[in-house]
T-cell receptor
Framework: IAGITQAPTSQILAAGRRMTLRCTQD?????MYWYRQDLGLGLRLIHY???????GKGEVPDGYSVSRANTDDFPLTLASAVPSQTSVYFC?????????????FGEGSWLTVV | GESVGLHLPTLSVQEGDNSIINCAYS??????FIWYKQESGKGPQFIID?????DKRQGQRVTVLLNKTVKHLSLQIAATQPGDSAVYFC???????????FGAGTQVVVTP
């Protein structure tokens, strides 16, 4: 089944460690996104990429970095994890056509920083 | 900054009844709106979308209504089923590349 694959599905990480969340999509979508979801705050955009080779900052980019070397992959890196980065992370992708821009989400990566 | 918000955090609905989930937005420049459904432990699933030049759009058992005058969006679910129990999010964007601004979500609980 086509879609978005995230890894790992869950992880407990010591504060100060580096961590990369992986995201791969097989829909050949141009745009990809990383959101974090915290209780009571909904989903907040961390970083995005409109097309391979380009990235941009979202609402909450501090402490995170991304790269987009090709169309399919969009990894999210926490350079030095802190407890406030405990969250559920969702990767998403879309292929804007005209006014329609359906964004598809992965199943999430549950990260706990201790 | 401006954001999308939801009126009620929890909505209890009897099975078979219609559900109405409301959402207010404050950014008058928003031109594209989406409703998502999120079941426990899963990622958000697209339900239906609407553009600002439309008042109403229908899908299978769902209808989205947009009132631009009062900046209000609603999702109507007909004949609510137990499988409709989930958190529903509205989101908007002014960006053609879809950097969505999400509300906090409404928990819908379907009772027998």
């Amino acid at each position: 089944i086509a879609g978005i694959t995230q890894a790992p599905t869950s992880q407990i990480l010591a504060a100060g460690r580096r961590m990369t969340l992986r995201c791969t999509q097989d829909m050949r979508h141009n745009a990809m996104y990383w959101y974090r979801q915290d209780l009571g705050l909904g989903l907040r955009l961390i970083h995005y990429s409109n097309t391979a080779g380009t990235t941009g900052k979202g609402e909450v980019p501090d402490g995170y970095s991304v790269s987009r070397a090709n169309t399919d992959d969009f990894p999210l890196t926490l350079a030095s994890a802190v407890p406030s980065q405990t969250s559920v992370y969702f990767c998403a992708s879309s292929d804007p056509k005209g006014w329609e821009n359906t964004i598809y989400f992965g199943e999430g990566s549950w990260l706990t920083v201790v | 900054g401006e954001s999308v918000g939801l009126h009620l955090p929890t909505l209890s609905v009897q099975e078979g009844d219609n559900s109405i989930i409301n959402c207010a937005y404050s950014n008058s420049a928003s031109d594209y709106f989406i409703w998502y459904k999120q079941e426990s432990g899963k990622g958000p699933q697209f339900i239906i979308d609407i553009r600002s030049n439309m008042d109403k759009r229908q899908g299978q058992r769902v209808t989205v209504l947009l009132n631009k005058t009062v900046k209000h969006l609603s999702l109507q679910i007909a004949a609510t089923q137990p499988g409709d129990s989930a958190v529903y999010f509205c989101a908007d964007t002014t960006d053609s590349w879809g950097k969505l601004q999400f509300g906090a979500g409404t928990q819908v609980v379907v009772t027998p």
